[in-house]
């Protein structure tokens, strides 16, 4: 249910709420119900009696407070029976049935606290702006938990984390010049936005190997979007890659590294976003240009393996500078090619080729500005088409 009361154009309160209830996940009936609600309200002080200035056209103050609730769609959190066919060259050439989640009578609701507040502001009826603060809180978000594999099921789904997410927006819409004939405006959109893991009880059971993969969920005191790398220390005289420890000493594989030896190289979201766009017109012909830019994020290009078996046709340009006689190590980072299979599997087992893939070396900045947009358009003008069926 919801409903919008306003006085005297003046002063606005709405309100919203609602139960929803899923039968998704878990098994206590207490845990599938979510009241979602809003509260906001609205402060028109443009019509107020006290407020006299002409060049003010609109000011509004608005705020909001509310609750929203998710859940997971894609069946993990579902104990689900799953029906196999064993092969009749086994000894009993059955079937056998099992479930492919363990349940969990305590899943909740995924839950966000929100709290909203903007100010709309027009000046000499051609500018209008609104800024925006907001922050949301997260918590019972879903991660996985490391279980006792004697159970039967090496890890779960459980509501193992609490987030912030902090940020602003600003839009401004401005007609610069508007005359007759000729008018130019323009639209600016800036946005910024901080998260952070605030509580994480999900247990990591590698996480040297999965924070650089990127398959590590919640961290600690960092953002949700972060990317993890081993610090790296060049080729040695082998071409094999190496990484630093938290002490200075260099290692050839992830296996000799511990978690605070890893190095937090930024978020993949970026912390900037927006939009300029701008448009002209004059009589009938008109012209408008979007761009877009992001800035503050990182990301991870591709860097080559040092697999001379891989099975796919496509390698990596890099390929071409790689390590080949001593010397090299001093004027490229990308690591010999094993020479032989046997090599390779002694790479790969010792963890050399993570360290080709997943350094820092391999970090690069996203920023970016980009022209998204280019319209031209014309206006025919009326009396051509005065005796024609278009319009």
Not at 76 to 98: A, C, E, K, N, W
Not at 187 to 209: C, M, Q
């Amino acid at each position: 249910m919801s409903g919008v009361y306003t006085y005297d154009n003046r002063y606005t309160v709405s309100g919203s709420l609602r139960i929803d209830k899923s039968n998704l996940f878990g098994v206590s009936d207490k845990y599938r119900r979510n009241p979602i609600w809003s509260f906001g309200a609205n402060w028109n002080i443009k019509n107020e009696k006290f407020f006299h200035c002409d060049a003010i056209t609109a000011l509004m103050l608005r705020a909001s407070v509310g609750l929203t609730g998710n859940f997971d769609r894609s069946g993990r959190t579902s104990p689900i029976m799953i029906g196999q066919f064993i092969s009749s060259d086994l000894v009993d050439g059955g079937g056998y049935m099992r479930i492919t989640t363990p349940p969990n009578p305590l899943l909740r609701w995924e839950r966000t606290r929100s709290i909203n507040l903007s100010v709309d502001l027009g000046l000499f009826d051609r500018i209008n702006t609104t800024f925006t603060y907001y922050h949301n809180k997260g918590y019972d978000l879903l991660g996985e938990a490391q279980l006792d594999p004697t159970v039967g099921y090496s890890e779960q789904l459980i509501n193992s984390a609490d987030m912030n997410n902090t940020g602003m927006e600003i839009q401004l819409d401005a007609d610069l010049i508007r005359t007759r004939d000729f008018t130019w405006n323009l639209g600016w959109v800036f946005g910024y936005n901080k998260n952070e893991i605030t509580r994480n009880s999900a247990h990591d059971s590698s996480p040297v190997l999965n924070r650089v993969h990127g398959t590590t969920r919640f961290v600690e005191g960092y953002s949700r979007e972060s990317i993890w790398s081993y610090r790296w220390a060049g080729l040695n005289e082998m071409g094999l890659p190496q990484a630093y420890k938290a002490d200075g000493t260099k290692v050839t594989s992830y296996e000799d590294l511990d978690v605070e030896d890893l190095e937090y190289s930024g978020t993949y979201q970026p912390k900037y976003s927006g939009s300029l766009s701008t448009g002209f017109r004059y009589k009938s012909q008109q012209a408008n240009f979007l761009f877009t830019y992001n800035f503050g994020h990182v990301f991870r290009v591709e860097y080559p393996d040092m697999n001379p078996f891989g099975s796919s046709p496509a390698l990596n340009e890099r390929i071409a500078d790689r390590w080949r006689q001593p010397g090299d190590e001093n004027k490229t980072d990308i690591p010999a090619i094993c020479s032989d299979m046997m090599n390779y599997l002694m790479t790969y087992q010792t963890g050399a080729s993570e360290l080709a893939q997943y350094s820092s070396n391999s970090i690069r900045k996203g920023d970016m500005i980009r022209l998204r947009e280019i319209l031209l358009n014309y206006e025919l003008p009326k009396k051509w088409l005065h005796n024609s069926p278009v319009k």
